[in-house]
């Protein structure tokens, strides 16, 4: 099933799989609709050797939220899987969380493509990434 206006087939956040490693690197979503998605990560746990947040857990967290908006979009008997993936790194995080909301900018029938902001707790963007996923049937 693809996405169409007014949709609202999205399970609760509870109940979204987000697998391994999102699950060890502490994400959790706090919103699905098919408009937007957004998910949290500590930056504890997930520092570089100079204690800013590793560049490679905002992609992770980009892939995660992205990825999983475009399965949900997708509907039952589907999969997203990442083709690709670019970040970019506007500043660092120490503390605190993150927050990553991501918007579809193309939801299609096999390829969907997002936007991805990722901002510290002070509401400061520390990323921007788009993802591009590939659906297939599972």
Same mark, same amino acid.
């Given at each position: 099933?693809?996405? !169409?206006?007014?949709? *609202?087939?999205?399970?609760?956040?509870?109940?979204?799989?987000?697998?391994?490693?999102a699950t060890t690197m502490g994400i959790s979503f706090t919103e699905a609709t098919p408009d937007r998605v957004v998910a949290t990560m500590p930056v504890e746990g997930n520092r570089q050797p100079f204690g800013l947040l590793h560049g490679?857990?905002?992609?992770?967290?980009?892939? *995660?939220?992205?990825?999983? $908006?475009?399965?949900?979009?997708?509907?039952?008997? $589907?999969?997203?899987?990442?083709?690709?993936?670019?970040? @970019?790194?506007?500043?660092?995080? @120490?503390?605190?969380?993150? &927050?990553?909301?991501?918007?579809?900018? $193309?939801?299609?029938? $096999?390829?969907? &493509?997002?936007?991805? @902001?990722? !901002?510290?707790?002070?509401?400061?963007? &520390?990323? *921007?990434?788009?993802? &591009?996923?590939?659906?297939? !049937?599972?």
């Amino acid at each position: 099933m693809v996405y !169409s206006p007014g949709m *609202t087939l999205f399970p609760p956040v509870e109940d979204i799989p987000i697998g391994e490693l999102a699950t060890t690197m502490g994400i959790s979503f706090t919103e699905a609709t098919p408009d937007r998605v957004v998910a949290t990560m500590p930056v504890e746990g997930n520092r570089q050797p100079f204690g800013l947040l590793h560049g490679g857990a905002n992609a992770v967290l980009a892939e *995660t939220v992205g990825s999983v $908006h475009a399965s949900l979009l997708a509907g039952e008997d $589907h999969i997203a899987v990442g083709v690709e993936l670019n970040c @970019t790194h506007h500043r660092s995080a @120490t503390d605190g969380i993150v &927050t990553a909301v991501c918007v579809p900018l $193309h939801a299609g029938r $096999h390829v969907s &493509t997002f936007h991805i @902001t990722i !901002s510290d707790s002070a509401n400061r963007n &520390t990323c *921007t990434a788009r993802l &591009t996923c590939f659906i297939r !049937s599972e």
